[in-house]
């Protein structure tokens, strides 16, 4: 009933953006880590600009007093083969365990409307249209969620705007059609919010399916301007949508899902997940205000 199972985790995109590396092209990966150890953060997830040999990616984590959580794996189970899926899955999988990683996260981004510039984030957003569409897509993550099980690590999967898992509703559907130890989710309130649901009451359905946690909130007034001008996600990104907790500009109830983690069995990393554009909103700065935000509501 506290958070001593809890650890605090950040992620690179505050730095640099692996969607639009012109946001923050110019910020280097030494000052990101840096910059994630000074604000008191002990862990982080994998960015564009981090170092592939994990021999030179450890020593440089090591001396900063921070570990890999997690990274991103862009699932195309609607586009490409299982085969192709797995190929690339296992390889993140190999770089993961190596680092001493228990989770894979990611979405599902084959049909997906989630990287592109001029399509509106809500209109063009991918859908599985029927059930073998649903069928198939399923049975897929859950091999695959399978191997990670085997290998020691969770599969999180990552429902997110402009995916065909972005509503309640789908990801319900989701969870629903597969195997509960082979699938879990990676919980992020920011896209609950910004999908139109409330962020407590996805988190109180799902904390028990849950082994990863992303931190990030909102911009009321800048996702209303999503809404009336059709933005991309993207577009929305660069606009301001998201902020970091404790931004006095955000509109997430943060003490409720603090509540509800305080209440759980949940074991695992809570990450600042925040993206912005670093010339706008110094990721230093706003790190250590969701870092302060943070110990303010957990202690630690």
């Known amino acids: 009933m506290n958070f001593e199972n809890i650890k605090l985790g950040v992620a690179p995109i505050n730095w640099t953006n692996d969607d639009m590396p012109e946001l923050?092209?110019?910020?280097?990966?030494?000052?990101?880590?840096?910059?994630?150890?000074?604000?008191?953060?002990?862990?982080?997830?994998?960015?564009?600009?981090?170092?592939?040999?994990?021999?030179?990616?450890?020593?440089?984590?090591?001396?900063?007093?921070?570990?890999?959580?997690?990274?991103?794996?862009?699932?195309?189970?609607?586009?490409?083969?299982?085969?192709?899926?797995?190929?690339?899955f296992t390889a993140l999988l190999d770089f993961l365990d190596t680092m001493g990683a228990k989770v894979i996260g990611g979405g599902e981004t084959g049909n997906s409307c989630q990287g592109q510039m001029n399509v509106p984030v809500f209109e063009g957003k991918g859908m599985l249209k029927t059930k073998e569409e649903w069928d198939s897509f399923t049975f897929g993550l859950n091999e695959l969620g399978k191997i990670a099980r085997d290998r020691g690590m969770k599969l999180a999967f990552h429902h997110h705007m402009g995916t065909c898992i972005q509503t309640i509703e789908e990801t319900d559907r989701l969870l629903n059609e597969t195997?509960?130890?082979?699938?879990?989710?990676?919980?992020?309130?920011?896209?609950?919010?910004?999908?139109?649901?409330?962020?407590a009451v996805a988190l109180q359905k799902y904390i028990g399916r849950t082994a990863h946690i992303h931190l990030k909130d909102v911009r009321q007034n800048v996702l209303q301007r999503v809404h009336d001008e059709k933005l991309s996600f993207l577009t929305a990104v660069k606009s301001g949508v998201f902020t970091v907790p404790g931004d006095s500009e955000g509109c997430i109830d943060f003490p409720s899902l603090f509540a509800i983690i305080k209440e759980s069995d949940y074991n695992?990393?809570?990450?600042?997940?925040?993206?912005?554009?670093?010339?706008k909103a110094n990721p230093l700065e706003y790190a250590i205000i969701a870092r302060k935000f943070?110990?303010?509501?957990?202690?630690?």
Request: with cysteine; hydrophobic share 35%; aromatic share 12%.
């Open 24 to 88: 923050g092209g110019e910020n280097t990966f030494e000052q990101c880590i840096s910059e994630m150890a000074l604000a008191g953060f002990t862990g982080c997830e994998v960015g564009n600009k981090f170092p592939r040999d994990t021999n030179v990616l450890k020593k440089a984590l090591e001396l900063r007093g921070l570990q890999i959580c997690n990274q991103w794996n862009s699932y195309e189970l609607t586009t490409k083969t299982f085969a192709e899926n797995r190929e690339n």
């Open 179 to 199: 195997d509960p130890d082979n699938v879990f989710l990676n919980y992020d309130c920011g896209h609950f919010h910004f999908a139109g649901e409330d962020p």
């Open 268 to 279: 695992g990393w809570i990450v600042l997940e925040a993206e912005q554009d670093p010339a």
């Open 294 to 300: 943070f110990k303010g509501l957990t202690g630690i």
